[in-house]
């Protein structure tokens, strides 16, 4: 069924932005993306520098086991994935204590005994959300029409449902003294870790039914790409590419026409204006905003707020300085400090046999922090020098945490160069670099893909559920649900 009257565009080449694009272009829509950069990812892209290439930021690869979100998108589009399994997801590293994360979380057991019984609700619980997610998520409802939908399907799911239903109000931290684990330090640290790199806050204010599907990735597995993260979105564009489809690269959005209640057209960087029946924003609502003239715009949920950025270095490294770790990624936590600013760091290494990441006898590193990026701003209007003082001082410590668990590395860096949140500004157009999405703390102010305009969507990992490949590709879902019940009638051939 061809729709080729239906003129879709889609701002932002990131894999919310090519999910989209790719499974409507595959129901006959006519979609063009629009990318500010030379090569698809956003995010989760992946970049050639210096002989390496370097995953940007997201560097793990989830959500491809067996009808996990990759898996039955791969499966609709026709993609073959390029991944192999990854024996553990993580290696956890706080002060002298190790645990290798594996799917079977028996190294977590050992170290904490007591937790047996609370890893085994979450894992009911996290089965239960992950048959959810292969459907279409109709939260938060955006109408009477998405409310009325919403209630039948709960209906029918009541039963299933009631174990999740105490845990709907609560933190994590809630959930976990219920099994008497929120005075174990040590514990909470540790959940801590995991929380803040997938939903983007810690345990005494996440959500405890986001943190159930959060805290069940290493369990799901992981995954390796070969030639990077990057994959991801370059298999998209082909799908894309392949149902008549296109992606305009070094083509930056600069406004978005409206017409009451409709967005009519975007005008590019080259001074060109596109007509649109559809546009799908896979940017921040506050990049959003700024495209619509800022205040004159609205969302219908106000959702969550986000809080951070990243500070990530970037390294080439001679291949000797991993010997005997079997892990690709390694979480180091310093002990007795606050998470993030260097103080906590995940470590994302090429594995030995792939050839496109780096040179013979060198490994591809990407080591990442959360920042938040006021400092980052405030340096950068003192001036240029106290702004590489502050870039200095961050690589300085992180370099030092690595040395305590990867002996001699630093002699051994042969590449080395950062990005801070103004790189992510620039590079995403994200206002203020913020990326990773907002804290998941509340199921109750998430925020949907409808906005003011009836023909104006957004995607990404600033909509419910929020960030991580499945995340991404699960929310990517419910925008193509509703244009394609919107405006798939429309023109048909």
Same mark, same amino acid.
């Given at each position: 069924?061809?729709?080729?009257?239906?003129?879709?565009?889609?701002?932002?080449?990131?894999?919310?932005?090519?999910?989209?694009?790719?499974?409507?272009?595959?129901?006959?829509?006519?979609?063009?993306?629009?990318?500010?950069?030379?090569?698809?990812?956003?995010?989760?892209?992946?970049?050639?520098?210096?002989?390496?290439?370097?995953?940007?930021?997201?560097?793990?690869?989830?959500?491809?086991?067996?009808?996990?979100?990759?898996?039955?998108?791969?499966?609709?589009?026709?993609?073959?994935?390029?991944?192999?399994?990854?024996?553990?997801?993580?290696?956890?590293?706080?002060?002298?204590?190790?645990?290798?994360?594996?799917?079977?979380?028996?190294?977590?057991?050992?170290?904490?005994?007591?937790?047996?019984?609370?890893?085994?609700?979450?894992?009911?619980?996290?089965?239960?959300?992950?048959?959810?997610?292969?459907?279409?998520?109709?939260?938060?409802?955006?109408?009477?029409?998405?409310?009325?939908?919403?209630?039948?399907?709960?209906?029918?799911?009541?039963?299933?449902?009631?174990?999740?239903?105490?845990?709907?109000?609560?933190?994590?931290?809630?959930?976990?003294?219920?099994?008497?684990?929120?005075?174990?330090?040590?514990?909470?640290?540790?959940?801590?870790?995991?929380?803040?790199?997938?939903?983007?806050?810690?345990?005494?204010?996440?959500?405890?039914?986001?943190?159930?599907?959060?805290?069940?990735?290493?369990?799901?597995?992981?995954?390796?790409?070969?030639?990077?993260?990057?994959?991801?979105?370059?298999?998209?564009?082909?799908?894309?590419?392949?149902?008549?489809?296109?992606?305009?690269?070094?083509?930056?959005?600069?406004?978005?026409?409206?017409?009451?209640?409709?967005?009519?057209?975007?005008?590019?960087?080259?001074?060109?204006?596109?007509?649109?029946?559809?546009?799908?924003?896979?940017?921040?609502?506050?990049?959003?905003?700024?495209?619509? !003239? %800022?205040?004159?715009?609205?969302?219908?949920?106000?959702?969550?707020? &986000?809080?951070? #950025?990243?500070?990530? $270095?970037? /390294?080439?490294?001679?291949?000797?300085?991993?010997?005997?770790?079997?892990?690709?990624?390694?979480?180091?936590?310093?002990?007795?400090?606050?998470?993030?600013?260097?103080?906590?760091?995940?470590?994302?290494?090429?594995?030995?046999?792939?050839?496109?990441?780096?040179?013979?006898?060198?490994?591809?590193?990407?080591?990442?922090?959360?920042?938040?990026?006021?400092?980052?701003?405030?340096?950068?209007?003192?001036?240029?020098?106290?702004?590489?003082?502050?870039?200095?001082?961050?690589?300085?410590?992180?370099?030092?945490?690595?040395?305590?668990?990867?002996?001699?590395?630093?002699?051994?860096?042969?590449?080395?160069?950062?990005?801070?949140?103004?790189?992510?500004?620039?590079?995403?157009?994200?206002?203020?670099?913020?990326? !990773? %999405?907002?804290?998941?703390?509340?199921?109750?102010?998430?925020?949907? &893909?409808?906005? #003011?305009?009836?023909? $104006?969507? /957004?995607?990404?990992?600033?909509?419910?559920?929020?960030?991580?490949?499945?995340?991404?590709?699960?929310?990517?879902?419910?925008?193509?649900?509703?244009?394609?019940?919107?405006?798939?009638?429309?023109?048909?051939?």
């Amino acid at each position: 069924m061809k729709r080729k009257g239906i003129k879709v565009v889609v701002i932002g080449a990131g894999v919310g932005g090519l999910t989209v694009g790719a499974l409507l272009a595959q129901k006959g829509f006519d979609v063009c993306v629009f990318e500010s950069q030379a090569y698809p990812g956003g995010c989760a892209a992946t970049f050639g520098y210096d002989s390496y290439r370097f995953d940007a930021g997201a560097t793990v690869g989830c959500g491809f086991h067996k009808k996990g979100p990759l898996d039955l998108l791969g499966e609709e589009l026709g993609i073959t994935w390029p991944v192999m399994s990854c024996a553990a997801a993580w290696d956890f590293i706080h002060g002298d204590r190790q645990i290798h994360l594996s799917q079977s979380r028996q190294e977590i057991v050992r170290v904490f005994p007591d937790s047996l019984p609370f890893w085994e609700a979450q894992e009911r619980l996290a089965s239960l959300l992950w048959s959810l997610s292969s459907e279409i998520l109709i939260w938060p409802p955006g109408g009477f029409g998405d409310a009325t939908v919403l209630f039948r399907k709960l209906l029918r799911k009541v039963p299933v449902l009631s174990p999740m239903l105490p845990l709907v109000n609560k933190t994590a931290l809630q959930w976990l003294a219920s099994y008497g684990l929120d005075t174990d330090v040590d514990f909470v640290r540790f959940i801590d870790a995991q929380l803040l790199i997938s939903v983007q806050t810690t345990a005494a204010y996440a959500n405890a039914v986001n943190a159930a599907i959060a805290l069940d990735l290493p369990a799901k597995g992981t995954h390796r790409l070969t030639g990077g993260i990057g994959s991801v979105a370059e298999k998209l564009v082909a799908s894309l590419e392949n149902n008549g489809g296109s992606v305009r690269y070094g083509m930056t959005v600069e406004s978005i026409e409206r017409k009451r209640r409709h967005v009519v057209a975007v005008n590019t960087s080259n001074g060109t204006g596109y007509p649109a029946d559809v546009i799908v924003a896979n940017l921040t609502p506050e990049s959003l905003a700024d495209l619509l !003239g %800022g205040s004159s715009f609205s969302m219908k949920q106000k959702g969550g707020t &986000p809080k951070w #950025s990243a500070f990530v $270095l970037y /390294l080439g490294v001679e291949e000797s300085a991993f010997d005997g770790r079997q892990a690709s990624h390694v979480q180091v936590i310093r002990k007795d400090c606050e998470l993030g600013e260097g103080n906590s760091i995940f470590v994302s290494v090429s594995p030995s046999d792939d050839s496109l990441r780096a040179p013979e006898g060198y490994r591809a590193v990407t080591v990442s922090t959360h920042s938040r990026p006021e400092p980052w701003i405030e340096a950068k209007a003192a001036g240029k020098e106290v702004y590489e003082e502050l870039k200095e001082a961050y690589t300085k410590n992180i370099i030092s945490l690595l040395s305590e668990h990867f002996a001699g590395i630093e002699q051994k860096i042969h590449t080395i160069f950062a990005a801070t949140p103004l790189t992510w500004e620039r590079y995403t157009g994200r206002k203020h670099g913020y990326v !990773g %999405g907002y804290p998941q703390t509340s199921l109750f102010n998430v925020r949907g &893909p409808g906005t #003011s305009f009836k023909n $104006l969507f /957004l995607t990404g990992d600033s909509v419910f559920p929020g960030q991580s490949l499945p995340g991404v590709v699960t929310g990517a879902r419910r925008v193509v649900e509703l244009v394609e019940r919107k405006f798939g009638t429309r023109n048909k051939k």
